[in-house]
Structure formats: structure tokens, C-alpha cells
């Protein structure tokens, strides 16, 4: 069935650096792809989407380009902020539209 | 304000006392869905709802049940809790049953069985 692998964390990083994680993705059809960000006592929120191939998400300075050729989804951002800290899921909405397959999950901690 | 909104944020029971976790949304959305999230496991669906009266099973959904008799409201049904249904639960609501829209989700209900 339809997965989504993203990159083992924790990750952490200083302020101002370049962010990296990476999504790749197993589906059949054309799936719509996700990041959500969940923040510390909080549910998930959508953070950017793209819903076919070559389209780029963006939102708060992070970017992610759906790429059909190598299934990824990565997200970046070029200078990170203490604020950024939280878990990051990247997902996909399965083609037969009712579900939606969130992988384990990188929590991102960015120090001063 | 759109919002989906779960009762309670934080509960601990014992085994076997039946409680239910309510959900709300106001967005008049279609698609309402129950996960858990367990460490090193993601998201996981519980069960999900394309309309009121509609429901049906996602990957986990054993000692769970739902009911969707009004389009706002998917309350989550634990009938005799057991331990390792202690997890962090969200409920979370769509436009359509088609997810491109993506999702809005609550807030999270902590849940400890002891």
C-alpha cells in the first residue's frame, strides 16, 4: 500500500542554518503530498502542500518541490529560526482520496 | 474561529470504564477521521467518516467505535479500555472525502489507561 519514509531524527541545528528533511514516498497513481508541523502540546497543522508533480509548496519560508521522478518530497529552509522548533510529518493523500499515510515523523530543535 | 475541538485534553481511567472523547468541528466539513500518535509510529487512523451516517474502519481500529449522526460531531468510543490504548489521540476534519484539501486537526486528547 501507499507509505511515506522521512528522515530519522532528532535533528538539531543552530540558528540560521539550512534545513533538510528529506521525505521519499511509495504510491500508486498521483498522490497529493504534505508537511504538517505539530508544535509542543499542539495537534498538526498544514504547514505547505503541492498536489501534482513539479509543483512547489511553500509557506513561513519552507519549501518542499513534489518529485515524481525520484518520489521525494523534501523539505527546506533556508535559515532556520529558534521558533522552528517542533516535529515535522511529511504525508500523502492515497489516491483512492480516504486516507492520508503520515510517516514517523523529525522533530527539529534549533538553538540560539 | 474554524476549529476542530476535542474534550478532554488530558484523561487518565482504568481499565475496562468506558469513556468517550468527544469531536467537534465548524467548518461544515464532510470528512472527519480519529488517529493516534504513538512514539516511532506517526499517525496512525482509527476510523473515519466521508459523512454523517457514513463510517468505516482505518488500519487500527479494534476497541474502538464512532458514530457520526450530525455532521459537526465524531465522538471516539472506548467501550473497556485497556492499557495499550494509552496513546495521544486527534481527531481532524476535511473539506471532502478527496484530501487534497489536506486537514485541520484538533488539539489532541492525552489518554493514560492504568
Known amino acids: 500500500g501507499d507509505s511515506v519514509t522521512q528522515m530519522e531524527g532528532p535533528v538539531t541545528l543552530s540558528e540560521e542554518a539550512f534545513l533538510t528533511i528529506n521525505c521519499t514516498y511509495t504510491?500508486?497513481?498521483?498522490?497529493?503530498l504534505f508537511w504538517y508541523v505539530q508544535y509542543p502540546g499542539e495537534g498538526l497543522q498544514l504547514l505547505l502542500k503541492?498536489?501534482?508533480?513539479?509543483d512547489k509548496g511553500s509557506n513561513k519560508g519552507f519549501e518542499a518541490t513534489y518529485r515524481k521522478e525520484t518520489t521525494s518530497f523534501h523539505l527546506e529552509k533556508g535559515s532556520v529560526q529558534v521558533s522552528d522548533s517542533a516535529v515535522y510529518f511529511c504525508?500523502?493523500?492515497?489516491?483512492?482520496?480516504?486516507?492520508?499515510?503520515f510517516g514517523a515523523g523529525t522533530r527539529l530543535t534549533v538553538k540560539p | 474561529e474554524a476549529q476542530v475541538t476535542q474534550n478532554p485534553r488530558y484523561l487518565i481511567t482504568v481499565t475496562g470504564k468506558k469513556l468517550t472523547v468527544t469531536c467537534s468541528q465548524n467548518?461544515?466539513?464532510?470528512?472527519m477521521s480519529w488517529y493516534r500518535q504513538d512514539p516511532g509510529l506517526g499517525l496512525r487512523q482509527i476510523y473515519y467518516?466521508?459523512?454523517?451516517?457514513?463510517?468505516d474502519k482505518g488500519d487500527v481500529p479494534e476497541g474502538y467505535k464512532v458514530s457520526r449522526k450530525e455532521k459537526r460531531n465524531f465522538p471516539l468510543i472506548l467501550e473497556s479500555p485497556s492499557p495499550n490504548q494509552t496513546s495521544l489521540y486527534f481527531c481532524?476534519?476535511?473539506?471532502?472525502?478527496?484530501?487534497?484539501?489536506?486537514?485541520?486537526f484538533g488539539s489532541g486528547t492525552r489518554l493514560t489507561v492504568v
Open positions: 481532524a476534519s476535511s473539506l471532502k472525502g478527496n484530501l487534497n484539501y489536506g486537514y485541520t
Open positions: 504510491a500508486t497513481g498521483y498522490p497529493s
Open positions: 503541492a498536489t501534482k508533480a513539479d
Open positions: 504525508a500523502l493523500s492515497s489516491t483512492n482520496n480516504n486516507d492520508m499515510r
Open positions: 467548518m461544515n466539513h464532510e470528512y
Open positions: 467518516s466521508m459523512n454523517v451516517e457514513v463510517t
